[in-house]
């Protein structure tokens, strides 16, 4: 996964409309989630923090860690 593509992806997480989608979208991407996505989403979600949108930020690292959980498993 390139960068931009990983910054696409956190982008669609961000904007879901709800749980379900985002769920979709876990599961449509996961397969392709490496340690670029990881190291983007980290970023990014230390990025919100600094923009003091930590609720958003604490949400994502939260949905990557579940994402890292579901991909170790496969």
């Given at each position: 996964?390139?960068?931009?593509e990983?910054?696409?992806?956190?982008?669609?997480?961000?904007?879901?409309?709800?749980?379900?989608?985002?769920?979709?979208?876990?599961?449509?991407?996961?397969?392709?989630?490496?340690?670029?996505?990881?190291?983007?989403a980290?970023?990014a979600?230390?990025q919100?923090?600094?923009d003091?949108?930590?609720?958003a930020?604490q949400?994502?690292?939260?949905l990557?860690?579940?994402?890292?959980?579901?991909?170790?498993?496969?």
């Amino acid at each position: 996964m390139t960068e931009e593509e990983a910054l696409e992806l956190v982008k669609k997480l961000l904007k879901a409309a709800d749980e379900e989608a985002v769920m979709r979208l876990v599961s449509a991407s996961l397969p392709a989630v490496d340690a670029v996505f990881f190291r983007v989403a980290a970023a990014a979600a230390s990025q919100l923090e600094r923009d003091g949108r930590a609720g958003a930020g604490q949400a994502l690292r939260s949905l990557t860690d579940r994402m890292l959980r579901m991909k170790t498993l496969i």
